[in-house]
């Protein structure tokens, strides 16, 4: 690899996809070094992005979400737009690399010219978002790419975090499976921007319109996090592609609605902020726990928290003062 930023920033710039590739895999790196650079490759691809429609989806297991992204991409692409696809993989806890494999799930759409999928490992984060996402999706913006689509695993409260980072966040459900709110978390319905019951077709398409009454009904005892956007529920079917163009019209309406209030503009600058503040809370934590006393004593103390010879309010606060101490020395 180079180890001129300026030769990846071009690249990415250029619309170069072996270079976005090799640009997001110096995002993705623990190294020290490589972390450095592409922290000043980001910085230098900032002006260059934000101009993209940015949506998350989630969903429960078994809605589908690997072929409702294809057919959604596909006709994305069909009405002239560019779409990158950032698949949260869970990651093997030997390698910490992806183990699902999205292009193999996503054949036609990983073949699409005007269609960029990357795989990407969890590494355990929470909700099963890539710590580096953010990052990547502002790469694939400076690409050329407008339509940014972020798939996640599963569905659960933790999966709020997606919400925090997306201009939409959509939720696929499917009908049929057991009572419907079961499969679902009241934290990510109230950050929902829409619902989308999938696999309306055939026997089911009766089921997913009593599950859309249900829902809707849901809805309702919620408290909607903006003043100008109702949450709907909607049907389709991916594989059949009926629906899918009233979900791209949904997204459409939102971005137009929240920007006419100014809540889009508003939405935006939140999420640079609460991105700063994690980026902040990642390092200290990384920075405490690679201090050299913190990990000579950690375990001796850990030993002695679970043998209840010290109180785990002791126990912090000694590790605490490990760090006031360097702090102090200018260590």
Known sequence: MFKDPQYYVQGVLDHNRLMLARTITLIESTLAAHQEMAATIIDKLLPYTGNSIRIGITGVPGAGKSTFVESFGTMLTQLGHKVAVLAIDPSSTRSGGSILGDKTRMEKLAVNENAFIRPSPSGGTLGGVARKTRETMLACEAAGFDVVIIETVGVGQSETTVASMVDFFLVLMIAGAGDELQGIKKGVLEVADAIVINKADGDNVLKAQMAQKEYQAALHLLMPESSTWSTPVLTCSALELSGVDQV????????????????????????????????????????????????????????????????????????????????????
Request: charge should be positive; avoid cysteine; aromatic fraction near 10%.
């Open 248 to 331: 791209w019209e949904t997204i459409k309406d939102h971005r137009a609605a929240l920007s006419g209030s100014g809540e889009f503009a508003q939405k935006r600058k939140k999420q640079a902020l609460d991105w700063m503040a994690f980026l902040l809370d990642e390092g200290l934590r990384g920075w405490f726990y690679n201090d050299s006393q913190v990990k000579e004593s950690l375990p001796l103390l850990k030993k002695e928290v679970e043998q209840e010879k010290i109180s785990p309010t002791i126990a912090a606060a000694t590790l605490l003062s490990y760090l006031q101490k360097t702090v102090r020395d200018g260590k």
